[in-house]
């Protein structure tokens, strides 16, 4: 495990950085500590590495939590296409080092080749292309792009100040009948905080994600930071409503 400052310190990730990460839920840490220390195993930095070569590619924060999300993220061909474009930069690199070498021996040819980065734009652009191709179709998908486009960092701190609250309140409802009214009317809320911050969240979009709250680990550690068990409760919780709101 290792602390904010290590993961810093090895990847060049600022600890603000890696806090903002946490908070979107783009990358959550392994645990937290009764303390409130941020710790990052094997699988988180793995994660990580995978959002710096996305990063790489030019995508958003929020076309990269996407796609991370999406069950179909082929992570192989990331590495392949991600391969292909660093070798590319560095003979390019290579190109211009020789173009210097020459010129500090005197060489007067004028050679604007090694200049052209061309190659690595279409590279970039192709594989942005086929990856939203494949997984950037789904209305959800455009739309929170479209909404996150348009954010600064002090709407989404506003915004995850109120998803950190709506977690709140379904932590304080542990113990509680997860069909109950007091529980139902936190997962009103919360299904209209994502429509209106990120994409129309349907009940069968709703649904999905409370099966995602409890089957992927990364997810449930982050949510159960507001008290164990939080997590189970909103999968419930969710699949109450959904099942109440389609008779």
Known sequence: MKTVREVSKLTGVSPRTLHYYHQIGLLPPTRMTESGYRLYGEDALARLQQILFLKELDFSLEEIAALLRHPDYDRQALLQR???????????????????????????????????????????????????????????????????????????????????????????????????????????????????YHYACSNEILGCLGQMYVQDARFTDNIDQFGEGTAQLMCDAIAAYCASNTR
Do not use: C
């Open 82 to 196: 991600q391969q292909q474009l660093l070798t590319l930069k560095r003979d390019r690199l290579n190109g211009l080092i020789r173009l210097l070498d020459a010129m500090m021996k005197g060489e007067t040819t004028v050679q604007f080749e090694p200049f052209d980065k061309s190659k690595i734009d279409e590279i970039q652009q192709q594989y942005a292309q086929e990856v939203k191709e494949r997984w950037g179709d789904t209305p959800a998908y455009a739309q929170s792009r479209q909404k996150a486009a348009g954010y600064g960092d002090a709407q989404w701190a506003a915004i995850t100040a109120q998803a950190n609250a709506i977690f709140q309140d379904f932590a304080a409802h542990r113990g509680d009948d997860p069909a109950g009214e007091a529980v139902q009317d936190v997962v009103a809320r919360w299904q209209a905080h994502i429509t209106r």
